[in-house]
């Protein structure tokens, strides 16, 4: 009997939160909130309410709450519960590489999976009904290069056009090579401008991704006032520059680096158009 009353009590505990817009909810919340139930009692609840596909365990000690419209699928929208969660972890993030393209428009090919930068230690990747969240750590988070885009349950951290693009080049094994990575950076271009290549981004991005992306931007993507812009704040920061491979694990004897960027031309890059 004090099993169901728990259960029943949560369940009711449960529906406030998301009249107050909450989809998640950590563990030691909840046991502040019944303080004078059994850990025993709550488990069992807990256990009720996941079998009725009302909440989901996404990670130890953390909750997600399913409304009606999302049970089938036994799993939220990433953009209700990224930002909660992470303040949950106590880990700085932002939403990159794919998912932020296409939040700026590039959306020539969606993601299957997500992708979220955060910092070290290394995060396991999130896998739970069909959604699968990749974690790449990085030693810092520049929050002046982020944006925050509102969503229904607050808002995300999103990194914004320039990150993106030097993101897309650093990781671009991440997202299935070269030419993915210049596909969406050639989409990704329109929403660029020259003055995003900033101090920020030149102190932040390494200088073999910069190159990279100054050699794509000019030779694969045809854009040359943002290939001028992006080579003219690199002389003035300055960063040197050493002849580096545009394919990183690429053999590089016998190819030509004859360009302002110091580019090793050691593949071809093809977009799909």
Avoid at 188 to 198: E, I, R, S, Y
Avoid at 235 to 261: D, M, Y
């Amino acid at each position: 009997m004090k099993a169901k009353k728990a259960n029943l009590s949560l369940e009711k505990w449960i529906e406030q939160q998301l009249s107050l817009g909450k989809y998640g909810f950590a563990l030691s919340v909840l046991r502040k909130n019944f303080a004078e139930q059994t850990e025993a009692a709550l488990k069992l609840a807990l256990k009720r309410l996941s079998d009725k596909v009302k909440i989901l365990s996404v990670y130890k000690g953390y909750y997600l709450i399913l409304p009606p419209q999302y049970s089938s699928k036994g799993i939220l929208p990433l953009t209700l519960f990224l930002d909660t969660f992470m303040k949950f972890l106590e880990r700085p993030y932002y939403v990159a590489l794919l998912n932020a393209a296409a939040y700026h428009g590039a959306s020539h090919q969606q993601p299957q999976e997500y992708f979220v930068m955060t910092n070290f230690p290394v995060l396991r990747a999130t896998h739970k009904k069909g959604m699968k969240i990749n974690y790449i750590s990085v030693k810092h988070i520049p929050e002046i290069l982020l944006e925050q885009r509102k969503t229904e349950a607050g808002y995300l951290n999103i990194s914004n056009s320039a990150l993106t693009a030097t993101d897309l080049i650093q990781f671009e094994k991440r997202i299935g090579g070269l030419n993915r990575a210049t596909t969406v950076l050639n989409e990704l271009a329109d929403v660029l401008h020259p003055t995003d290549f900033n101090t920020e981004l030149l102190n932040y991005a390494p200088t073999t991704t910069l190159q990279r992306l100054g050699y794509l931007l000019d030779f694969s993507c045809n854009k040359t006032e943002l290939a001028d812009a992006l080579y003219d704040a690199m002389e003035k920061h300055p960063l040197n520059c050493f002849r580096i491979p545009l394919k990183a694990s690429g053999v590089t004897k016998g190819f030509s680096s004859e360009n302002r960027w110091k580019v090793i031309v050691n593949t071809e890059i093809e977009i799909d158009e």
